[in-house]
């Protein structure tokens, strides 16, 4: 796995950065939400559980070993709010396969931003770290998200029904993926 990462990361509107503490207000503004947390395996954050949340996402900067992950605040380059973050989680190293997230305040749901910054990451995942195969997993009531996937040119590949007991009721889930060889995705730019 290549190691070396060059961040911030910019999009056309974007900053895809590391955490700092000063993101606690603003994480704990979407992650309080109920209609946030619906579809996480976590349920509503408190203040103090943000924070924590916050101080773990500071170090997960890097992809060295299987487990590891690369989650970064999303900052809009206008206007300098952080709007949300992304994950990249390496699952496999004998496989290459890597597994991308994300969490947007719904404040700024229907402007791009999501595909914007999966988009990036996903370019990460297969430039910087030699990854052959990205996916990302949704509950299928989670329409925005797996159109989300669609839109990038991922496929799904699975739809697992009752597969897990997630806030006491079975879960069914969709995983999309694409492969490095299918993927049409734009350069990263350097940062500055």
């Not at 190691?3 to 509107?13: F, K, Q, V, W």
């Not at 496999?92 to 994300?102: H, I, K, L, T």
């Not at 595909?115 to 990205?134: C, K, N, P, Q, Y």
């Amino acid at each position: 796995m290549i190691a070396a990462m060059d961040l911030p990361i910019h999009t056309n509107r974007l900053i895809l950065r590391p955490f700092t503490r000063g993101d606690v207000d603003a994480v704990f503004a979407y992650r309080r939400r109920a209609d946030v947390a619906r579809y996480l395996f976590d349920g509503q954050m408190s203040r103090e559980s943000c924070a924590e949340a916050v101080q773990l996402r500071i170090g997960q900067l890097d992809l060295v070993e299987e487990g590891d992950r690369v989650v970064l605040a999303l900052e809009r380059r206008e206007g300098g709010e952080m709007i949300g973050e992304i994950s990249l989680i390496w699952r496999s190293a004998a496989a290459q396969q890597g597994e991308v997230g994300y969490i947007l305040n719904p404040e700024f749901h229907g402007h791009g931003y999501a595909s914007e910054a999966v988009r990036a990451l996903i370019t990460l995942g297969f430039d910087r770290f030699e990854m052959h195969r990205i996916f990302a997993r949704c509950d299928p009531r989670n329409i925005p998200s797996y159109r989300l996937m669609e839109r990038l040119g991922m496929r799904r590949e699975a739809h697992f029904r009752g597969h897990a007991l997630i806030k006491g009721e079975w879960a069914e889930e969709f995983i999309y993926a694409v492969l490095v060889e299918e993927w049409q995705g734009e350069p990263l730019e350097r940062p500055r």
